[in-house]
């Protein structure tokens, strides 16, 4: 019997191979997928804030063009006063002219705003600029690296997977059964091999009765401390 469970040794010997690279890179695609959404969301943030820039910049220069129209009417209210007849026309006009007025400041108001809005969305700018630079850029290539490591890993455990393949077609098939069956369900070791009547897996003291089936060899058996397969140390 152990001449059957030996190939299977080396079946799990892979398999805790695989799952030793498949821990260490568990949480690569959960990182590289968390930096690229750091790297997006400081991306839109920037084309957010010079969007904002242009959107003031049009809306300054339509107010500019406000004031200039008023401006003009003004000037043109100025030069009709000269050509009043009646006191009701020249006090239509000089209301208009102090309407006119007025609703300048208003839009010189409107106006500060606006471009104090838009250095406030520079400095922003500038700054989400600089930051990207320094911390931003640089997490570009440390996902590179990541996704290198990744495929390597990938690639080992394919390779680790092809050895496991061309293994498995030499293995007893009732074995291999019982093996798959325990896998299923428990993280390997699955087999674990005794020292004296010890369990090689947990330490424990194994029954006598259990220990001589384990010596003579004619059947499977399961620890009691731990249910793994337990067999012979193999010298
Ligand atoms: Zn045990």
Same mark, same amino acid.
Do not use: W
């Given at each position: 019997m152990i001449e059957k469970i030996k190939p299977l040794l080396e079946i799990q010997n892979l398999d805790m191979q695989i799952l030793e690279i498949q821990n260490n890179f568990r949480e690569l695609p959960e990182k590289i997928f968390s930096l690229n959404n750091r790297i997006k969301s400081e991306e839109t943030k920037i084309e957010n804030l010079s969007q904002k820039v242009v959107e003031l910049e049009s809306i300054s220069i339509n107010l500019q063009n406000d004031i200039t129209d008023i401006e003009d009417k003004v000037k043109a209210n100025t030069e009709k006063v000269m050509r009043v007849k009646t006191k009701e026309e020249l006090e239509a006009l000089e209301k208009e002219t102090g309407d006119l007025k007025?609703? &300048?400041? /208003? *839009?010189?108001?409107?106006?500060?705003?606006?471009? #104090?809005?838009? %250095?406030?969305?520079?400095?922003?700018? @500038?700054?989400?600029?600089?930051?990207?630079?320094?911390?931003?850029?640089?997490? &570009?290539? /440390? *996902?590179?690296?990541?996704?290198?490591?990744?495929? #390597?890993?990938? %690639?080992?455990?394919?390779?680790?997977? @092809?050895?496991?393949?061309?293994?498995?077609?030499?293995?007893?098939?009732?074995?291999?059964?019982?093996?798959?069956?325990?896998?299923?369900?428990?993280?390997?070791?699955?087999?674990?091999?005794?020292?004296?009547?010890?369990?090689?897996?947990?330490?424990?003291?194994?029954?006598?009765?259990?220990?001589?089936?384990?010596l003579q060899g004619k059947e499977i058996v399961l620890a009691p401390c731990c249910k793994k397969i337990i067999i012979p140390k193999i010298a």
């Amino acid at each position: 019997m152990i001449e059957k469970i030996k190939p299977l040794l080396e079946i799990q010997n892979l398999d805790m191979q695989i799952l030793e690279i498949q821990n260490n890179f568990r949480e690569l695609p959960e990182k590289i997928f968390s930096l690229n959404n750091r790297i997006k969301s400081e991306e839109t943030k920037i084309e957010n804030l010079s969007q904002k820039v242009v959107e003031l910049e049009s809306i300054s220069i339509n107010l500019q063009n406000d004031i200039t129209d008023i401006e003009d009417k003004v000037k043109a209210n100025t030069e009709k006063v000269m050509r009043v007849k009646t006191k009701e026309e020249l006090e239509a006009l000089e209301k208009e002219t102090g309407d006119l007025k007025r609703r &300048k400041i /208003e *839009i010189e108001d409107k106006q500060i705003k606006a471009m #104090e809005e838009m %250095e406030t969305c520079k400095k922003d700018s @500038d700054a989400s600029n600089t930051s990207f630079e320094e911390e931003i850029l640089p997490m &570009k290539s /440390e *996902i590179s690296e990541l996704e290198k490591v990744l495929n #390597e890993s990938k %690639e080992e455990v394919g390779l680790l997977d @092809d050895e496991r393949s061309k293994l498995i077609k030499e293995v007893d098939k009732d074995f291999l059964k019982i093996y798959e069956r325990l896998s299923s369900n428990n993280k390997p070791p699955i087999i674990a091999e005794t020292s004296g009547e010890v369990c090689g897996h947990c330490n424990m003291k194994i029954p006598p009765q259990v220990y001589i089936k384990v010596l003579q060899g004619k059947e499977i058996v399961l620890a009691p401390c731990c249910k793994k397969i337990i067999i012979p140390k193999i010298a």
